[in-house]
T-cell receptor
């Protein structure tokens, strides 16, 4: 069974600092890995999707890397802003199915 | 594109009643829909996977007679929580996927509070 762990569970940073969020998974046989954003009481917004054959994906201030062999992904958010405050979820999918295994999330607070 | 809606967005009910939650894909046809449950500060836990026109596949530990799932069309799936109890209070999120690429589009969630 796939287990997804996200560290740290929560963090606060001053505005302008770079954010580094970590995700690890136990079964390296993944099809892809996604990073989502979740605001309190809301659904999920997909941020980045990395296919298993890829090493990283970038979108604006966000960059996600994937090291499948070691079962790790890192989400970098450059020059953080108060609007980046949210919970960031990492999820992996296996081959042959659409089932996603989620981590518990990194709860981020960016202090103005 | 790829918008998924849920209705209602929140519901409060008395213990013992049944609650139906709808999940719709608004601008695409979803061959597969997924239902998740999320407790405070916890991750999303997959409850069941449903394919249009066939019975849902439930995850281990999820009671299929308590959480009834109907996927009658390619754009609508419903989750009915039967005889709800306070421990069923949670945030329920659905997602819709297309056959092939493992991309799911998530709804905004439904918060259920059972008194």
């Amino acid at each position: 069974k796939q287990e997804v762990t996200q560290i740290p569970a929560a963090l606060s940073v001053p505005e302008g600092e770079n954010l580094v969020l970590n995700c690890s998974f136990t079964d390296s046989a993944i099809y892809n890995l996604q990073w989502f954003r979740q605001d309190p009481g809301k659904g999920l917004t997909s941020l980045l999707l990395i296919q298993s054959s890829q090493r990283e994906q970038t979108s604006g201030r966000l960059n996600a890397s994937l090291d499948k062999s070691s079962g790790r992904s890192t989400l970098y958010i450059a020059a953080s802003q108060p609007g980046d405050s949210a919970t960031y979820l990492c999820a992996v999918s296996g081959y042959g199915n659409n089932r996603l295994a989620f981590g518990k999330g990194n709860q981020v607070v960016v202090i103005p | 594109g790829a918008v998924v809606s849920q209705h209602p967005s929140w519901v409060i009910c008395k213990s013992g009643t049944s609650v139906k939650i709808e999940c719709r894909s608004l601008d695409f046809q979803a061959t597969t829909m997924f239902w998740y449950r999320q407790f405070p500060k916890q991750s999303l836990m997959l409850m069941a996977t449903s394919n249009e026109g066939s019975k849902a596949t439930y995850e281990q530990g999820v009671e299929k007679d308590k959480f009834l799932i109907n996927h009658a069309s390619l754009t609508l799936s419903t989750l009915t929580v039967t005889s709800a109890h306070p421990e069923d209070s949670s945030f329920y999120i659905c997602s819709a996927g297309l056959r092939g690429p493992e991309t799911q589009y998530f709804g905004p969630g439904t918060r259920l509070l059972v008194l």
